[in-house]
């Protein structure tokens, strides 16, 4: 069975200051890793994906399959982050009909 | 930017009753999702629907569950018998093969 784990239920810390959002997965064949990002309000967004390895919004996430890992990284955190950020996994070769399995997600807090 | 759309955004039902959640998915995509997330809970996956049937279906989503796409713009899912624990937030998602996107989701109250 494939699981999401994210260890902070909730992170806080002052504007500037560098982010780190923790996700751990297990999932035995080959995964396709997420993360989506739900401000106050408003719906879930995708913020990035590990295969497009890009940065968004000054984010960045590395997959790590040794450690089982996609950390979310940002090196100066900025008011307007503060939201639930999401993990989730899939199957990378199961094609578009496989269902997302998140984690419990994160709330972010960036204080001034 | 296209977007998913859901209706109605509350639903506010008797437990017993039958109830229809809406969605519009974007135009272009062929995947279909349906997510719940209880109240404190994480978000799950329901079903999954491409080319008019189920692709992929959780131990959630049992015989009270039905999708439908009644048309070619609407994708629906009906509880037939609703029951106290089925109150929750359900999301509807849709994509062409990559990223899924998310509607805003219908919070089900279930009395």
């Known amino acids: 069975a494939q699981r999401v784990t994210q260890p902070e239920k909730l992170l806080s810390v002052f504007k500037g200051a560098p982010v780190e959002l923790k996700c751990n997965y297990s999932?035995?064949?080959?995964?396709?890793l997420f993360w989506y990002v739900q401000y106050s309000r408003q719906r879930l967004q995708l913020l990035l994906r590990?295969?497009s390895r890009e940065s968004i919004k000054g984010f960045t996430a590395d997959l790590n399959k040794g450690e089982t890992s996609f950390h979310l990284k940002k090196p100066f955190a900025q008011e307007e982050d503060s939201a639930m950020y999401y993990c989730?996994?899939?199957?990378?070769?199961?094609?578009?009909?496989?269902?997302?399995?998140f984690g419990k997600g994160t709330h972010l807090i960036i204080q001034p | 930017e296209p977007e998913v759309t859901q209706t109605p955004s509350h639903q506010v039902t008797q437990m017993g009753q039958e109830v229809i959640l809406r969605c519009v998915p974007i135009s272009n995509h062929l995947y279909f999702y349906w997510y719940r997330q209880i109240l404190g809970q994480k978000v799950e996956f329901l079903v999954s629907?491409?080319?008019?049937?189920?692709?992929?279906k959780s131990e959630i989503f049992d015989d009270q569950f039905s999708v439908e796409r009644p048309d070619g713009s609407n994708f629906t899912l009906k509880i037939r018998s609703t029951k106290l624990e089925d109150s929750a937030m359900y999301f509807c998602a849709s994509s062409e093969r990559g990223p899924q996107h998310f509607g805003d989701g219908t919070r089900l109250s279930i009395l």
């Open positions: 999932y035995s064949g080959s995964p396709e």
């Open positions: 629907f491409y080319n008019n049937e189920i692709s992929e």
């Open positions: 989730a996994l899939r199957s990378y070769s199961g094609g578009g009909a496989d269902g997302l399995t």
């Open positions: 590990h295969i």
